[in-house]
């Protein structure tokens, strides 16, 4: 299966910073990578599909970008409302996988 | 508005059974992808199975660590998905969602419901 690594861990930033959040896949997923934000006690929630197309409702703030195996996700600038985990995902290949996660916390 | 409720979470004991339900409203279940992905506690996200619209021949997958043990059902008169959850072992203990794609095809969620909490214990 496909794995995918988020880096970093975690990010410590103040509202208003630039968030930049990767996500590395072993081996080509070509564009089929989401990203899902989760706050606690929350269903995931869909930000950017087919890499970088944003989902209904989602805040021009985010953005998607990359391809193959390479992938970010950038948030221009933080919402108090922002901080929480990210996730990536692939379909490009059975069985679908996500990433760690990424924590992004408030400094 | 698309919208997705879980339900029949709960304590079972090893070896035991469970019969998850996902009732939607705002579409129509047999036209849509629709994917059950669980969540242990304080952990990461985990892709349990999936099962395609009937228009792309409603076959169903399932991650290698429930093949076997969990099976998909639909009732299409009752617009709900199910997860039927056999041989359970302390390792399924998580948070179950169901997600669809809506008008997507793949395997993306576009949608989520809350979660139903299932522990598996003595």
């Known amino acids: 299966e496909i794995v995918l690594t988020q880096s970093p861990a975690t990010l410590s930033l103040s509202p208003g910073d630039r968030a930049t959040l990767s996500c590395w896949a072993s081996?080509?997923?070509?564009?089929?990578l989401a990203w899902y934000q989760q706050k606690p006690g929350q269903a995931p929630r869909l930000l950017i599909y087919?890499?970088?197309n944003r989902a209904t409702g989602i805040p021009a703030r985010f953005s998607g970008s990359g391809s193959g195996t390479d992938f970010t996700l950038t948030i221009s600038s933080l919402e108090p409302e922002d901080f929480a985990v990210y996730y990536c995902?692939?379909?490009?290949?059975?069985?679908?996988?996500f990433g760690q996660g990424t924590r992004l916390e408030m400094k | 508005e698309v919208q997705l409720v879980e339900s029949g979470g709960g304590l079972v004991k090893p070896g035991g059974s469970l019969r998850l339900s996902c009732a939607a409203s705002?579409?129509?279940?047999?036209?849509?992808?629709m994917s059950w992905v669980r969540q242990a506690p304080g952990k990461g996200l985990e892709w349990v199975g999936r099962?395609?619209?009937?228009?792309?021949?409603?076959?169903?997958e399932y991650a290698a660590p429930v093949k076997g043990r969990f099976t998909f059902s639909k009732d299409d008169s009752q617009n709900t998905l199910y997860l039927q959850m056999n041989g359970l072992q302390t390792e399924d203990t998580a948070v179950y969602y169901c997600?669809?794609?809506?008008?997507?095809?793949?395997?993306?969620?576009?949608?989520w419901g809350q979660g139903t909490l299932v522990t598996v214990s003595s």
């Open positions: 997600n669809t794609g809506g008008d997507f095809r793949g395997t993306f969620g576009h949608y």
């Open positions: 705002g579409l129509t279940i047999s036209n849509a992808w």
């Open positions: 099962i395609k619209s009937k228009a792309d021949g409603g076959t169903t």
């Open positions: 081996q080509s997923v070509t564009i089929y």
């Open positions: 087919d890499s970088s």
């Open positions: 995902q692939q379909r490009s290949n059975w069985p679908p996988t």
